[in-house]
């Protein structure tokens, strides 16, 4: 093999492989963002004032997640 189709090559096996963490990223942010949602929730219906608190806060930062992953695409 050539030293211009060994790099080639390389080249394919570089792109393939952005694709596959690009990918695999698009789900770790969906993912986190929805976790995120859910155990907002879950704290904000606890009777305390510090889980109702950080519950909101987790809410609201799955939330902005999900927005900044949405409207980035």
């Given at each position: 093999?050539?030293?211009t189709e060994?790099?080639?090559?390389a080249q394919t096996r570089s792109a393939q492989?952005?694709?596959i963490d690009e990918t695999g990223t698009e789900?770790?942010?969906e993912?986190?963002?929805?976790?995120?949602l859910v155990?907002?929730?879950v704290l904000f219906f606890f009777p305390e004032p510090f889980t109702s608190l950080l519950g909101?806060?987790?809410i609201l930062l799955g939330a902005a997640v999900w927005?900044?992953?949405?409207?980035?695409?």
């Open positions: 093999m050539s030293r060994a790099d080639a090559d492989d952005s694709d789900y770790v942010e993912g986190a963002a929805a976790l995120l155990v907002g929730i909101i806060g987790l927005l900044v992953d949405y409207f980035t695409g």
